[in-house]
């Protein structure tokens, strides 16, 4: 029987299929909806709820090289998959890159929001 270890997140662009990889430290994870309060007649106040739910995963990369680090960040608004260390996949997009400099002066930390998005897989 075959094992599979996966050691590293994966960053891939689905239009070119180019790729990153590096270690990753932690992840996290939000979910809302749109929405809003409204007051009506009386001050009576609803709240309106838009469908759909929207995600935002903080993934965190260590020891990423400079070459990797600059693509990432040339890659802002692009449609991205990324994979984790757990075989999870997540399609979206990232509009800002949070880099913060190792020991090793080209080895970088970088962060970033991926806003995930309505993907469907088909031909």
């Known amino acids: 029987m075959a094992i599979l270890l996966l050691t590293k997140l994966w960053v ?14 932690d992840r996290g994870r939000g979910h809302s909806n749109d929405g809003e309060v409204r007051v009506y007649a009386g001050g009576r106040r609803r ?5 759909g739910e929207s ?3 903080k993934f965190k990369m260590v020891d990423v090289p400079t070459v990797d680090m600059e693509t990432l960040r040339e890659w802002k608004g ?3 998959e990324v994979r984790d ?3 999870q996949r997540f399609v979206g997009t990232y509009f800002q890159v949070d880099i913060g400099e ?9 962060s970033i929001d991926l806003q995930t998005l309505s993907f469907e897989e088909g031909v």
């Open 78 to 80: 692009a449609v991205v």
């Open 47 to 51: 709240a309106i709820i838009s469908a």
């Open 55 to 57: 995600g935002v995963f």
């Open 102 to 110: 190792d020991k090793i002066s080209t080895l970088y930390t970088v």
């Open 85 to 87: 260390h757990r075989g």
């Open 12 to 25: 891939n662009r689905l239009d070119t299929g180019e790729g990153v990889s590096a270690y990753s430290t």
